[in-house]
């Protein structure tokens, strides 16, 4: 049994980072296994560099210690720009143009644009350009992104499902998210291919993580399956709520593991907070 704790450096930890954090240790120690330490600090425009010893010191602080040596997502991007090669090789991605806006104007325009748990979808405008135009448009410069065509994907996989141990085993649902972005115009991949490949080359054997990524998870067996990755089990634990029930940013500096701690509250007593 392999775990790992997965946070972004765009910030402090807060309670539920502390939740997850010890749901994932306690999970491997509960078997004897490992609990690693991923950054995935992709998005250079939110890491800021005091926030990977900010994230130590809190662990370390709360007694949640991690195995080895902590990977960075930026030292892994050779790897995940071969899985975005192979994925373009087996014709189940293509560029994108679109500008935020365009695409929003699209959405408007269109009569029920399909919906995703968090809002309307990517409504698939370059999906239909065709190889010549692509390659033009490439050619001569024009910015794109790379979007995951997700009937293509799921034609070529077939049927999928995933077992999580907390809701039992779900059937994949290739459009739950549509064609999301695989590769970002900006750092050329993107969250579901870093974590896609780092939990196969690191060998998690258990993904344990909230409830708001289940959805994530349809995208992330495409994934897997097309990139011939193995297929880990899953664990959505709940969230950590605030007193208004919405769930913890980043932003709400209040519950932040520093913030608790300045205000003389022990590990213990901050672990209590967030018991099942
Ligand atoms: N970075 C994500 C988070 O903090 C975790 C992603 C994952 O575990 O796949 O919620």
Redesign the pocket.
Same mark, same amino acid.
């Given at each position: 049994m392999t775990t790992r704790f997965?946070?972004?450096p765009t910030g402090l930890l807060h309670l539920g980072h502390a939740y997850a954090a010890m749901f994932a240790r306690d999970l491997a120690h509960s078997q004897g296994g490992a609990f690693l330490l991923r950054y995935?600090d992709i998005d250079g425009t939110r890491v800021r560099d005091e926030y990977y010893l900010d994230i130590e010191r809190d662990l370390a602080w709360l007694g949640i210690q991690w195995d080895g040596t902590p990977l960075r997502q930026t030292d892994r991007l050779t790897d995940y720009a071969m899985a975005i090669n192979l994925l373009k090789a087996r014709g189940v991605v293509y560029p994108c143009f679109c500008t935020r806006r365009e695409i929003q104007e699209e959405i408007q325009a269109m009569d029920g644009a399909p919906q995703g748990p968090e809002g309307p979808l990517y409504p698939g405008t370059c999906r239909n350009l065709s190889p010549e135009q692509r390659q033009h448009r490439i050619d001569a410069g024009e910015p794109h992104c790379w979007r995951l065509d997700t009937m293509a994907a799921a034609e070529q996989t077939g049927p999928l499902s995933f077992t999580d141990r907390i809701q039992g085993k779900i059937d994949v649902d290739p459009s739950l998210l549509g064609d999301v972005i695989l590769a970002r115009k900006d750092i050329a991949t993107s969250y579901h291919i870093a @974590?896609v490949v780092d939990d196969a080359m690191q060998e998690i054997s258990d @993904?344990t993580?909230?409830e708001d990524?289940l959805a994530s998870t349809h995208v992330h067996r495409l994934l897997q399956e097309l990139l011939g990755l193995p297929e880990p089990i899953y664990h959505h634990h709940r969230l950590i709520l605030d007193a208004e029930g919405k769930r913890l940013a980043k932003r709400d500096k209040a519950l932040s593991i520093q913030t608790l701690r300045e205000r003389g509250a022990s590990p213990e007593e901050v672990l209590q907070m967030v018991q099942p």
């Open positions: 997965a946070p972004s995935e @974590v @993904v993580r909230g990524l």
